[in-house]
């Protein structure tokens, strides 16, 4: 499959949902549930329409990741408040500093110390499972009683 067909596929979904967005707030599952039985369908589970090997296409799984890091961190940027105060920053910044200084750290040494890896690995390897992600954070806390999500 091309990257012009994956990005035909991707985008059809995003315009699919944005037009039957009233229909589906009715459904009882999330958007997310959604997109995974869309991609059983056309994936090699059910229809066999759609093949993806990250090994032979790993430059269109990264250009793919990097498109959705970048609406990922615009929709969060969106809901922000707009006003700046520190009152409001002090738990994101702690949260970004400290918190995620200490995970790294802390499985650093564990990776150093119990895997034996070098320190170096030990520190990607702290950076990759650190808690960094605010966009994943924004989009799993709950704003209301009737929130869906």
Same mark, same amino acid.
Request: hydrophobic letters at 55%.
């Given at each position: ?16 949902? &944005? ?31 759609? $093949? ?8 269109? /799984? ?13 929709? #969060? ?18 949260? #970004? ?8 750290? /802390?499985? #650093? ?6 895997? &034996? ?8 390897? &702290? ?8 966009? /994943? ?6 704003? $209301? ?5």
């Amino acid at each position: 499959m091309t990257n012009a067909q994956w990005f035909l596929l991707v985008g059809g979904l995003l315009l699919a949902r &944005g037009l039957t967005a009233p229909l589906l707030q009715r459904l009882p599952v999330t958007p997310a549930i959604i997109y995974l039985a869309v991609g059983l369908l056309v994936g090699p589970t059910m229809f066999d329409a759609f $093949h993806f090997n990250p090994l032979k296409q790993s430059a269109l /799984l990264e250009v793919l990741t990097e498109v959705v890091v970048l609406i990922s961190l615009f929709s #969060a940027g969106v809901k922000m408040p707009t006003p700046f105060s520190f009152a409001r920053w002090r738990a994101p910044i702690l949260l #970004a500093t400290v918190s995620m200084t200490v995970s790294v750290g /802390l499985v #650093a040494a564990f990776a150093y110390f119990l895997l &034996g890896l070098p320190i170096g690995a030990g520190i990607l390897l &702290g950076a990759i499972l650190a808690p960094t992600d605010p966009v /994943l954070a924004t989009d799993v806390q709950i704003r $209301h009683p009737g929130d869906r999500d």
